[in-house]
């Protein structure tokens, strides 16, 4: 009984922060996004790089722009690494290896912030402020301008544009992350998150051992790893470390972190197409399945006595922070795994076999519920064209959302939209187990656990890497070739695929005339409209991913 | 999609500056000023909430949990033991076991833990809580639950002679609710109540 309360005091604070923000940032941000006037910093940027701000671009060469970008951002990255012995504060580390310089690169470009490696033994400070934080803004950043982007083609007649890509990039970065991102890096200072330019410490402990204690800018790049739902740790344990997540209140404030734009952003789209209720009924498909992911999640944490070493503990304590405990944990991890984010504060690969299943889940949902920064509006939004669609099939009406049409050309981006990441999923976990080279290397080298437990590890990384989300059941070895390989492959496609047919779909709905409203039209706003969506989002997910859970954690939690 | 060759390149080149002025922003002053303000109003958060010992030197961080064992890796009893770490408290080098909830390697290292806890502080499996013989994420867990701290109080007074009631104490002093009464778990921070504890009974530190 006291679990229930705790859980219902805790979630009713989040729920209260979040709606207090709602509205206010939703508008801020809408109001960010249509704005015709650039601030004087903004202007001195575009001439610096040589864009003017003026000039609308079709959704071609917004994507152009954005792959550019994205490329060079990869490359970035990983030159920083390869150099890293010769950069300042690099604390004695070596160069990173290609391979998984490579893998890193494309992980932090794509927002997924997957790490085969452990940072603390090998990446140095500049390459944590420089590389991996500037990636943190401007990947979460592309989130947001291909989700603006996106909600611009249901606002716009006969449009050929759908608006600048180094301006809503622009924008997003200097007038929404960059001022968040600093007053939450300092409230987790005064928590005890870390904030200097030390070098390890070495201490005599009480007992009179010997302690290295590391330093780093690491509040810094905690603030912006959650807002803008990366979630790469500047420590191995991630947000588990007592100097990423010091305390209960911190946890709390990085949940907000992680969830405060992607639960207002459909404020931001209401707002944008003229008319708050189309907010909320978005708002409220997100708000449904995220709640309902935790509750199981958190039940199934507490009550997880059919697995044998839980019931050996007396508890699901392997992995957890007693500061946090359970419920803390499982508020996070939830948070974590559908958001897109990816930072967690407990071992996923030590969860009861249930709970961790429900990791899988919240990112197996298309990391909608609410999803990442700008990637869940953009995510769901290509879900609601289809329950449209769905509808208009199931009733006879003609299928319109928000005025436009959807058509054969819309449903055929949407439909590439959702099928691309169960593929990479599907096709990158098979391979691993069906072709003999690569199960050698599998079975042998990465992973750790026994059983169905090992086959979870493995659908758990490529689940992770192509949904972007970045967490992991760790106890996997992935800094292997084959692993290193394919995760970046299904990270960078996983990314850029999908952006690409949300601007296909963006352009394609900017094109149309707006239909007027009819008797015939479905009305999107009502809970009809809103279960209807959440019904799509299970459907296409349950239906694809089903049997690949059973054989995993669902066959290991009812075998146990 | 046809695109001349020269706008592609501008494309690039574009990127490429914006990404050459986003990194001096985004990668260098903005965690400079962060850090500059944290150094300013939070300094010894920002430093790592170090703990100094009666030298005066740092003996550690109240955050990060240390080993309180003998070389065999036996407890030493005139301490407070923290929980186990996957990486031996390897501050450099935060890590958890990661294995599974039904890895029967897992099942044996906590059956191992729960005799060792037994014979060690003479009580009954039923009595230990599940946070004295699980791991933690970071392996760095500063905390135990108030059960186990609990459990180990009579063996700390007895091992260092001193009377229960003022070991209770300095349990209760370094013991910490829930934040606002309902956020994460209690607990107790062994780390600053070891080091309360080698202040005030300097001669049973042992060696």
């Known amino acids: 009984m006291t679990n229930l309360w705790l859980f219902l005091a805790q979630f009713g604070t989040l729920a209260g922060i979040l709606a207090l923000a709602y509205r206010p940032l939703g508008d801020y941000m809408a109001i960010t996004f249509t704005t015709k006037r650039d601030l004087a910093p903004e202007r001195g940027f575009y001439r610096l790089i040589g864009v003017r701000p003026g000039a609308e671009q079709s959704w071609q060469q917004y994507l152009r722009a954005v792959l550019a970008f994205s490329v060079v951002g990869v490359l970035f990255v990983y030159a920083l690494q390869r150099f890293q012995q010769w950069l300042p504060y690099s604390l004695g580390l070596p160069n990173v290896h290609p391979g998984l310089a490579f893998n890193t690169a494309i992980s932090f470009m794509a927002n997924t912030n997957w790490q085969s490696y452990s940072p603390e033994q090998t990446v140095g400070y500049t390459v944590q402020m420089a590389g991996l934080a500037v990636q943190n803004f401007v990947s979460a950043a592309v989130g947001i301008a291909v989700a603006v982007a996106l909600v611009r083609g249901f606002t716009l007649r006969r449009s050929g544009t759908i608006g600048n890509f180094w301006v809503d990039l622009t924008r997003a970065v200097l007038r929404i992350l960059l001022p968040i991102a600093a007053i939450g890096a300092i409230i987790l200072i005064a928590g005890g998150v870390i904030q200097n330019f030390n070098p390890v410490e070495t201490v005599h402990t009480i007992a009179g051992g010997v302690q290295h204690l590391p330093g780093g800018p690491a509040a810094s790049q905690e603030a912006i790893k959650l807002l803008g739902t990366n979630g790469g740790g500047f420590f191995n344990a991630n947000s588990a470390h007592p100097f990423e997540n010091p305390t209960a209140w911190t946890n709390l404030v990085e949940v907000v972190l992680m969830l405060v734009i992607p639960f207002s952003l459909p404020r931001t789209f209401g707002r944008m197409v003229g008319d708050d209720r189309q907010g909320y009924a978005i708002l409220a498909a997100m708000g449904v399945l995220f709640t309902a992911c935790l509750v199981a999640g958190t039940i199934f944490e507490l009550h997880g006595g059919g697995d044998s070493a839980i019931a050996a503990a007396g508890g699901a304590m392997e992995g957890k922070e007693q500061r946090l405990g359970i419920l803390g944990t499982m508020l996070f991890d939830t948070t974590g795994t559908s958001t897109s984010t990816g930072a967690v504060t407990s071992a996923h690969d030590s969860m009861t076999s249930f709970g961790g299943m429900m990791m899988l889940v919240n990112m197996m949902l298309g990391e909608v519920s609410p999803g990442g920064v700008g990637t869940g509006l953009y995510g769901i939004l290509v879900m609601a064209v289809v329950a449209v669609f769905l509808a208009g099939l199931m009733v006879g009406r003609t299928p319109e959302y928000l005025g436009k049409k959807i058509g054969g050309r819309e449903m055929k981006f949407a439909s590439l939209y959702f099928l691309t990441t169960p593929t990479l999923v599907l096709v990158g976990t098979g391979l691993s187990f069906a072709v003999p080279a690569l199960r050698g290397s599998i079975v042998h080298t990465s992973i750790l656990n026994p059983g169905q437990h090992g086959f979870s590890e493995v659908l758990y990384a490529f689940t992770s890497a192509a949904n972007n989300n970045g967490s992991a059941f760790a106890g996997l070895t992935a800094d292997t070739p084959w692993l290193n390989a394919s995760l970046g492959a299904a990270m960078f496609l996983g990314r850029l695929l999908p952006i690409a047919f949300a601007l296909a779909l963006a352009g394609s709905l900017a094109a149309q005339d707006r239909a007027p409203v009819t008797a015939a039209t479905l009305p999107t706003h009502r809970p009809q409209f809103v279960g209807l969506l959440i019904g799509t989002i299970l459907l296409v997910s349950a239906l694809t991913y089903f049997p690949v859970l059973a054989l995993g954690p669902i066959a290991e939690g009812l075998h146990s | 999609m ?195 504890l080698a202040k005030m009974d300097p001669s049973g530190n042992g060696e």
Not at chain 2, 86 to 103: C, I, K, Y
Not at chain 2, 111 to 116: Q, T
Not at chain 2, 163 to 183: F, I, S
Request: glycine share 10%; hydrophobic share 45%.
């Open chain 2, 2 to 196: 046809a695109t001349s060759p020269r706008a592609t390149v501008r494309q690039y080149w574009v990127a490429i500056r914006a990404m050459i002025v986003l990194t001096v922003a985004l990668g260098i002053l903005y965690p400079l000023v962060i850090t500059g303000i944290g150094q300013l109003a939070f300094r010894g958060q920002a430093n790592g909430s170090t703990i100094t010992g009666a030298s005066g030197r740092d003996v550690g961080s109240s955050l990060i949990a240390q080993s309180f064992s003998g070389k065999d890796g036996a407890p030493l009893t005139q301490w407070f033991q923290p929980r186990p770490s996957a990486v031996d408290f390897d501050a450099n080098g935060s890590g958890g076991s990661n294995l599974g909830p039904n890895n029967p390697d897992l099942v044996k290292a906590i059956d191992a833990r729960k005799k060792v806890i037994e014979q060690t502080y003479g009580v009954t499996a039923a009595q230990i809580p599940a946070d004295a013989v699980t791991a933690s994420f970071s392996g760095l867990d500063p905390d135990v639950s108030i059960a186990y701290a609990d459990l180990q109080v009579a063996k700390v007074a007895q091992t260092r002679g001193l009377p229960v009631a003022q070991v209770q104490k300095l349990v209760a002093e370094n013991t910490h609710g829930r934040d606002l009464g309902y956020l994460g778990d209690a607990y107790v921070n062994v780390v600053t109540l070891n080091a309360a």
